[in-house]
Structure formats: structure tokens, C-alpha cells
């Protein structure tokens, strides 16, 4: 079965930091380019950061250099590191696998459950 399953969140104050695990089974990981998004109510789901098969990450502007994103293949994760955490970061922080599996006709993406961050005094 094709799963990613993200732990990692919580909640913490302003400046602090934490640590977003994804761990992927159904043997997609290393094939995928690996990210994290995130989406706050009623607004849409935006691109956090990624990194390649390669290992070549790419983040997006709203990180502003405090998050870092790494992946493990022996242990199919991928962490988002998270630092300088602010209020405006709140949000379901979710994991995807890009271009997914297989289906036989084509790919289909791979979304995780979400993990909620909370940043908060």
C-alpha cells in the first residue's frame, strides 16, 4: 500500500523550532521528488519545499531561509527542519510525493494526512 505518514507537529512559541518527519512505504521513495506543503482554512494548499531524487532542494519564498529540507532513502524519509518558527507559519504542514506511483496507465500523486503546526505564546 502507498502511504506517507507525517508526525512531527505541535505546538510552539515564537522563535522556537520543530521538526516534520514523512515516512513513505509501497516502495515510491526513491523514485519521487519528495516535498512539504502547507494550508491554512479556507485558503489554498502552497508549496513549502521540495527536493529531488538527486537530493537538490528547492524552497519556496515563505520559508525565508529558516527551514530545511532533507531526505533519508535508506529510511524512506524526508524531515522538514523548521527554525525562527512565527504565528504565521500556523498550518497543516502536509508531505507529497511527486510524480507518485504507478497505476498501470499513469501517476497518480501521493498525499500524506497533514500534521498541524501550531506556533502560538
Known amino acids: 500500500q502507498v502511504r506517507l505518514v507525517e508526525s512531527g507537529g505541535g505546538l510552539v512559541q515564537p522563535g522556537g523550532s520543530l521538526r516534520l518527519s514523512c515516512v513513505a512505504s509501497?516502495?515510491?521513495?526513491?523514485?519521487?521528488?519528495m516535498g512539504w506543503y502547507r494550508q491554512t482554512p479556507g485558503k489554498q494548499r502552497d508549496l513549502v519545499a521540495t527536493?529531488?531524487?538527486?537530493?537538490?532542494?528547492y524552497y519556496s519564498t515563505l520559508t525565508k531561509g529558516r527551514f530545511t529540507i532533507t531526505r533519508h532513502n535508506a529510511k524512506n524519509t524526508v524531515y522538514l527542519q523548521m527554525n525562527s518558527l512565527e504565528p504565521e507559519d500556523t498550518a497543516v504542514y502536509y508531505c507529497n510525493a511527486s510524480p507518485g506511483w504507478f497505476t498501470g496507465v499513469g501517476y497518480q500523486e501521493v498525499w500524506g494526512q497533514g500534521t498541524l503546526v501550531t506556533v502560538s505564546s
Open positions: 509501497g516502495n515510491i521513495f526513491s523514485q519521487n521528488t
Open positions: 527536493i529531488s531524487t538527486s537530493d537538490s532542494p
